[in-house]
């Protein structure tokens, strides 16, 4: 009897256990399958949700050519320098770079300032860090001549990345239509001519070559009218692409000021009206700050980040008695679908980076590009809380803030990735 009722016991045992375990599994599906609805949610948020990443000049200076040199494999690598800042431009659905330099080659000699050559591999590391749009029409741009300028505008396309500025040929666009989930942007660059030589125009008090002279966008402070017309017309070429939102690429301003000159002033005014969108800034070597214009012409909201200073370089307090060339900045702008109206501009966040220097041994150092968010919450370990370059990054990291939002526009500081 005893066996039986064992046996009763077993079953009844198996058949509400299987139950129960069936129920468990059921429960933890349909929990999953719940979190999967979440996840997908989170998803289709994000998708919703188009990022824009910028960040100022890339220079390569005597000193980096001399750092980044690897004698045994004899190439050069500068993916090292951007070791702690990949994570965060990669978080970006698309970003850009001022690739303030030539790439002529390895024969016109690699040189840094005031005549700038920098090797190929520069491309290498930029790729390695997520960016994707390099702005090429600076002042730099014919420190090789027009032979210069046009390997420049090929080496860099043919490393994959999307170029504004400048082009091979005349008949080449100098302008970016891109769509990104679904949203066509237009992005377009321009750099101030200096004074002419005569009748002969310049770019950084050279002579323009007649060959370079349909190669690249520019202006001249003292033709703005007749420059406006050219940017309009680019506007509406690039809208006739379909173009939804357009994103302008200034190189302006004065060196070293830290604030916005009349000239930025006037044509950032100008812009706005003419309806664009967005305004990143660069040439004077530091951050500037950012700040809204509201056009009663064009009836938009117009961001304006005057200068994002250097995003790598060595221009420092040790070599031109200059700290702030030190600091640069990332900057997110998130645009929004809005359904059949378009994309509006949600939300503009940013990280401090600050180039750190230290040496290596001989004339070598190592540069790497801090973001200085993960230096306030203690979470790099490039240096130690003691060292003198800590004091330095939090000084930065401060300043940097207190400048940036000084026109009373506020941004976010984005948060450190983990």
Known sequence: MRKIIVILMAFILLFTGGYYIKYSIDKK??????????????????????????VGDILVHETQLA?????????????????????????????????????????????????????????????????????????????????????????????????MGIKEKAEDKSYVVKEIKGIKFGF????????????????????????????????????????????QDRIKEMK????????????????YERKPNDHQKRIANKLADMGVDVIIGGHPHVLQPMEYIDSKVSNKKTLVLYSLGNFLSNQRREIINNKYPEDGIIVNIDFKKQGASGVELESVSYIPTWVCRQPIKGEKYSYKIIPLN?????????????????????????????????????????????
């Open 29 to 54: 599906e349909n929990k999953k399958i719940n979190g999967n609805n979440k996840e997908e949610e989170s998803i289709k948020k994000d998708s919703e949700r188009i990022r824009i990443t910028a």
């Open 67 to 163: 750092s980044q040199y690897d004698a045994e494999k004899k190439k050069y690598d500068f993916k090292d320098n951007f070791e702690y800042v990949k994570p965060y431009i990669e978080e970006a659905d698309y970003a850009i770079a001022n690739l303030e330099t030539t790439l002529a080659g390895e024969k016109e000699k690699f040189t840094g300032f005031p005549i700038f050559n920098s090797p190929d591999e520069i491309l290498d590391a930029l790729s390695y860090s997520g960016f994707n749009l390099l702005s090429a029409a600076n002042n730099h741009i014919l420190d090789k001549g027009a032979s210069g300028l046009i390997r420049t505008a090929k080496v860099v396309k043919n490393k994959g990345f999307d170029l």
């Open 188 to 231: 377009t660059n321009y750099v101030f001519e200096t004074d002419k030589k005569g009748n002969v125009r310049t770019l950084n008090s050279l002579k323009i070559p007649n060959t370079a002279l349909e190669l690249f966008d520019r202006f001249n402070y003292s033709e703005l009218e007749k420059d406006y017309k050219k940017m």
């Open 240 to 255: 006739s692409q379909g173009a939804e939102v357009i994103i302008f690429s200034m190189h302006w301003g004065n060196e």
């Open 374 to 418: 993960e230096v306030v919450e203690g979470k790099i370990e490039v240096f130690k809380e003691d060292d003198e370059n800590h004091n330095k990054a939090q000084e930065s990291y401060n300043e940097t803030i207190s400048l940036f939002e000084s026109f009373n526009s506020k941004a976010v500081l984005a948060p450190v990735l983990k």
